[in-house]
């Protein structure tokens, strides 16, 4: 599967995002999907997953709260609703997947396998 991060842009802090992950060669049904960010001069991180079947999802403790994750199967999409947009957000951030035939998701971005190219959130005060 191929993963396309889009959705990102220049925003003012306190606005609201949706970052779209859309996959292609497969469906993303049979995949954990997270999304982590990486800001400048800092490590990437992690920031929520869901599983395959949307059932089950997870957040960092940074972002619980203020991001939600979704997916919608049959558009082969995922996304991450941004609320309350802070400067400490502005970061690149990417989907990755891992094909799993359980439930299950993960917060060590290590387990994931396939990654999109990042999306850039800028937030300005």
């Known amino acids: 599967v191929q993963l396309q991060a889009s959705g990102g842009g220049l925003v003012q802090n306190g606005a609201s995002l949706r970052l779209s992950c859309v996959g292609s060669?497969?469906?993303?049904?049979?995949?954990?999907i997270a999304w982590s960010r990486q800001a400048p001069g800092k490590e990437r991180e992690f920031v929520a997953a869901?599983?395959?079947?949307?059932?089950?999802?997870d957040y960092a403790v940074s972002v619980k709260g203020r991001f939600t994750i979704s997916r919608d199967n049959a558009k082969n999409t995922v996304y991450l609703q941004i609320n309350s947009l802070r400067s400490d957000d502005t970061a690149v951030y990417y989907c990755?997947?891992?094909?799993?035939?359980?439930?299950?998701?993960?917060?060590?971005?290590?387990?994931?396998?396939?990654w999109g190219q990042g999306t850039l959130v800028t937030v300005s005060s």
């Open positions: 060669g497969r469906s993303l049904s049979n995949y954990a």
């Open positions: 990755s997947a891992r094909n799993t035939v359980t439930g299950a998701l993960y917060r060590n971005l290590h387990e994931y396998d396939t």
């Open positions: 869901i599983s395959r079947g949307g059932t089950r999802t």
